[in-house]
Each structure stands twice: as C-alpha cells, then as structure tokens.
Nanobody
Framework: QLVESGGGLVHAGGSLRLSCSSSEGTFDDYAIGWFRQVPGKNREGVSCISTSGPEYIDSVKGRFIIVSDDDWKTVYLHMNSVKPRSSAVYYC???????????????????WGEGTQVTVSL
C-alpha cells in the first residue's frame, strides 16, 4: 500500500514537501508518479520519476522537484512557489518499470495511495 503525507495549508509562494512510501518496501523496479485532483476534474499527472529520470508537467517545471531517498523507500515532491491553483488532493501512484507508456498518465498506473490534501491560500 502507498501512503502519502505532508499535505496541509500553505500560503501562496510558500513551500510544501509531500512524501510517498510503500508498506511493501522499496520502489525498486517501479515508476512513481504524483497526481492531483480537484472536484469535478480528472486526475492530473504532476510529476513522476523512473529509471529514465524525472518528468514534470509544464505548469510546475522549475517549481516542483521529485526526488527519492537513497534507498528508494520514499519519494518526495518538493513543492515550491506554490500557487492557489496548486490546491488539490495529491496522490502518489506506482507502476512496474517497462509496464507503462507514460508515467504521467493516470490510466497507466497500477497502485494508488489515498491522497493528501494541499490547500494554498492567498
């Protein structure tokens, strides 16, 4: 099971760090993605990391950073210079390496956490 943490309330322009860990151990051999969803909209890929490196959607490039710890047990999403439109429930998700087309596509992911709420205030 995937567990997210680190969500909360932050002022616009501030920073937040989300964490994703697995109850099954490490993320070896997996691609890990961060997705977000607001009510009434589809789940949107934000960033992902795999053996090919990190990927970001254009709207977060230069502000968000996805990294793993050295043991690949936790994957972090560093959210910097956050904007009110960053408010959403953020989910981490995984898929086995080489078993997907694009790690920012929600439909390609196999396992999901329950999400953590991020709210950015003005």
């Amino acid at each position: 099971q995937l567990v997210e943490s680190g969500g909360g309330l932050v002022h616009a322009g501030g920073s937040l760090r989300l964490s994703c860990s697995s109850s099954e151990g490490t993320f070896d051999d997996y691609a890990i993605g961060w997705f977000r969803q607001v009510p009434g909209k589809n789940r949107e890929g934000v960033s992902c990391i795999s053996t090919s490196g990190p990927e970001y959607i254009d709207s977060v490039k230069g502000r968000f950073i996805i990294v793993s710890d050295d043991d690949w047990k936790t994957v972090y999403l560093h959210m910097n210079s956050v904007k009110p439109r960053s408010s959403a429930v953020y989910y981490c998700a995984t898929v086995v390496e080489d078993d997907y087309s694009y790690c920012l596509w929600a439909d390609d992911m196999d396992a999901w956490g329950e999400g953590t709420q991020v709210t950015v205030s003005l």
